[in-house]
Every structure is written in C-alpha cells, then in structure tokens.
DNA sequence: CATACCCATAACCCTACGGTTATGAATAAA
DNA sequence: TTTATTCATAACCGTAGGGTTATGGGTATG
C-alpha cells in the first residue's frame, strides 16, 4: 500500500519549488544561502519553498551555526513511482484482457 | 532526453484531475456523462479538466454522436517515470561517489 | 419540426499560493 | 559589547486556476 502521492505532487507541481529539489539532488547538501544564488528568487522565497519541502519529506535540514544545510531525501520519491507503476500496469491489465477476448474469439 | 516534466507535474497536482485520469486508467474508455457521476463536481468543471489533461497529452477523445469518449494515454507518462529514475540516479552517483572516497581513505 | 440530451465554452467568483519587503532571533566576528 | 551575517517568519499583494451557473451547438428522438 502506497501512501497518497497527493502532496508529492502538489509540492513538485511549482518549477522553482522543483529546481531547487533538483539542485539538490545534483550537487547535494547545500546551504539556503547557496541555494538563493541563481534561483531568481529572494531568500525568504527560497525559505518558503524549503519549508514546504521539507513538510512534504523531499528534503532535511541540518542546522550548523548560523547556517542550515538542506539535503535532497529521495526516498521520499518512492510513493510516485509506486503510483506511476500503478497507472500502467491499469493499462497492462486492461490490455491483457483485451488480447484474452481476441484470442477467444479466434477459436 | 526527456521532455520536460513541468506541464505534467501540474496537471496531475489536483486532485480531481488526477482522479478522473485515475478512473480512465483503472476503468478504461468513458464518456464524460459517466466520468461526472461521482466525481464530486459539475460536468462543465470535468470538461475543464478533461481539456487540460488532454492538453498535457494524457488522454484522447473520440466523438461518437453526440457524446465524448476519453480513454488514457499512459505512454504520457513516461517523462514523469525519466525524471524520478534521473534524480534517483543523481542521489546514487554521489553515493557512489562517496564510496569511493571512503574506500581510498582507507588504504 | 419540435423536443430532449450531451458536451464545450463563456463569464464570473473566490481562494490558494508564490512572490515581495520588513523584521527579528540566533550565531559569528570585530 | 557592538556589529555583521544567516536564516525564518510575518504581513501583505497579485494572479493563476478550479469551482459555479448560463448558454449554445450538435445530434438523437418523438
């Protein structure tokens, strides 16, 4: 049984919201500060998206003095693959059926 | 190269778009009379999502009289399936990356 | 022909949310 | 201790978009 991958998407529905968990993903650890540089955002912008993020369970956070360190979890993608999987194999099945009747009305 | 994902991730954000594409899959082709009926909204707003679902190349129509048949186009997903297995995959470069690293600490 | 049905579009409303600036808490540096 | 830096939060604004009702075009039915 796989979670519901409702706020997965949602959370990965807004391109700068997603670039960053990409950032992420690439280059890994990377503090907000890092992160604000070329994002075309503001900080607290990038905050924000963090936040949400994080709320969503595609990144940690790593406090470290004044700064936090923000880390890609991709594990967290396994509830949309598991989804995604589904979809097609709804397909498959229905397919499968199909080929059945074909094959019996052959005979 | 995959095509961007972006069109995709958005139309599949909401809730109610996302479980009419659920029912075309797991039920295969309906009419839009049949997908209003316990979808919870009005049939002009299931219109609504139909288009936008067909825009994002999720599902087909076929006229047939006076009514519309919508089935799924599960190959639409394939972007979707490119993006999680390459950020998977950018999390398993650095881990590897990083096993390596350990590995020639410790000689 | 008149009527009923199916769907798409238009016009509108309202909320969610992504952006901003302002500010403060916490920590490092002078 | 004072100053500077880093980040998070608050308050606010504007817009995208999902919902509705109203309506019309096209097709089957009486």
Redesign the pocket.
Known sequence: MSTTPDLLF?TL??P??RAIFERLCREGEQ???AL?VRSG?????V??????LKQAGLVR?RHE????HYSAQPGALNPLIDWTSQMAGFWQNRLDALDDLLKRMDQ
Chains 1, 2 share one sequence.
Request: charged share 25%.
């Open positions: 949602r529905a807004d700068t919201r503090t907000v500060g604000t955002v503001s900080q607290p912008a905050s924000k998206h963090l936040g949400a956070d003095g004044r700064q936090t």
